[in-house]
């Protein structure tokens, strides 16, 4: 038998001699988290890229999920898919929120945008769907029954 995984998923990485510069910056000033000097640099290029005034950028996905949904005042409940990475439904959780799952497209991994309309009811405010593996799901489909129903998508 064959013990080798197959990884879902696998980072790409520079050469480690291009990342060792960064490291040894990162050394020197003694400052590994919270706003050092790297993040400080992300932030700026960002604005300036993007053209806007301001950006945060969090340490995972679930902290920035958790914020958006409370930034957003998101009430009641929230449709979203349940083919994800815990953190979406554990952000609207946490939040207070009920999760409400809409199954997966059939010949993909994205919440099936012609399944959502049967989900609402008077109670959902929001719409959280998960571009999984870097496949981008129907955002303007989404979208799209998002605005006709006065809910927040696409957070």
């Avoid at 009920?98 to 919440?111: A, L, R, S």
Wanted: charge should be negative.
């Amino acid at each position: 038998m064959n013990n080798d995984l197959i990884p879902v998923t696998q980072p790409s990485l520079p050469e480690l001699s291009e990342f060792i510069p960064y490291l040894e910056q990162i050394w020197e000033n003694k400052w590994l988290t919270n706003n050092g000097p790297f993040h400080q640099q992300l932030e700026a290029e960002l604005c300036e890229h993007l053209g806007v005034e301001h950006i945060s950028l969090f340490n995972n996905a679930t902290i920035a999920l958790i914020t958006a949904l409370q930034a957003l005042r998101i009430t009641g409940e929230v449709i979203t898919t349940p083919y994800s990475f815990v953190a979406t439904s554990h952000s609207i959780l946490w939040n207070g929120l009920t999760p409400v799952f809409v199954d997966i497209e059939k010949d993909g991994f994205n919440i099936d945008y012609k399944k959502i309309e049967e989900a609402i009811t008077p109670k959902t405010s929001a719409i959280l769907p998960v571009h999984c593996y870097s496949t981008p799901c129907d955002v303007e489909g989404i979208q799209k029954i998002a605005d006709n129903y006065g809910l927040k998508s696409n957070l």
